[in-house]
């Protein structure tokens, strides 16, 4: 079966330190990875995806992440956070040998960014 | 990138009536999605809503309680029949242009039901 792990619920840091929320997922085949933020009352955004080519992938606001095929992980990272960047993250995954169009959620990690 | 236009953006009402949710988006798009989401919770899928034919919907959720429409490539409802508190919640709209790209999202729907 598919899945998408987050495995911390909550992650804290100050502003202008390094900040990474964590993703590992489980699929048949290759992964299609995706990040996205929630800000509180707003819908989900598209920060980034991984399909194929560079493991690192850079996206919208300074966020990056890398896909490592041997831990089956898909971190998502910034090299100094902003207070602004506070919000709900979810990671999402679907396998490339799916026909269908569904994306697999993990259980979203809160970024709380402290002054 | 598409746009997503959800509304209401919230509502709340009364037990046992039924609140249609409305999604339009800029551009022809293959698939569309509905969610639910508790606030700060994950998102559980609701439903695949699929142009022409009927939606497909996830275990545990029925097409007479969350009827679907999908009359063209930019346009879907959800409807929330008969509603309960326990169907408080966020529902959002999502649509897809292909296999391999990303989703984009309306701004959801809050709906309270008293």
């Known amino acids: 079966a598919q899945s998408v792990a987050q495995p911390e619920d909550q992650v804290n840091v100050a502003e202008g330190n390094p900040l990474t929320v964590k993703c590992t997922y489980s699929?048949?085949?290759?992964?299609?990875l995706f990040w996205y933020v929630q800000y509180p009352n707003r819908g989900l955004q598209f920060l980034l995806k991984?399909?194929?080519?560079d493991n690192l992938v850079k996206g919208s606001y300074g966020f990056e992440a890398e896909f490592n095929k041997s831990q089956t992980s898909f971190h998502l990272k910034k090299p100094s956070a902003l207070v602004s960047d506070s919000a709900l993250y979810f990671c999402?995954?679907?396998?490339?040998?799916?026909?269908?169009?569904?994306?697999?959620w993990g259980a979203g990690t809160k970024l709380i960014i402290k002054p | 990138s598409a746009v997503i236009s959800q509304k209401p953006s919230r509502d709340i009402c009364q037990r046992g009536t039924s609140l249609t949710i409305q999604c339009q988006v800029d551009?022809?798009?293959?698939?569309m999605f509905w969610y639910r989401q508790q606030p700060g919770q994950s998102l559980t899928l609701i439903a695949t809503?699929?142009?022409?034919?009927?939606?497909?919907?996830e275990s545990g959720f029925v097409i007479d309680k969350f009827p679907i429409s999908r009359p063209n490539l930019t346009f879907s409802t959800l409807t929330v029949s008969n509603m309960s508190p326990e169907d408080s919640s966020i529902y959002l709209c999502?649509?897809?242009?292909?296999?391999?790209?990303?989703?984009?999202f309306g701004q959801g729907t809050r709906l309270t039901v008293v």
């Open positions: 551009s022809q798009v293959t698939m």
């Open positions: 699929v048949s085949g290759n992964p299609y």
């Open positions: 999502s649509a897809r242009t292909g296999l391999n790209t990303e989703a984009f």
């Open positions: 999402a995954v679907r396998s490339a040998m799916d026909s269908n169009y569904q994306l697999i």
């Open positions: 809503a699929n142009q022409g034919s009927e939606a497909t919907y």
């Open positions: 991984y399909i194929t080519g």
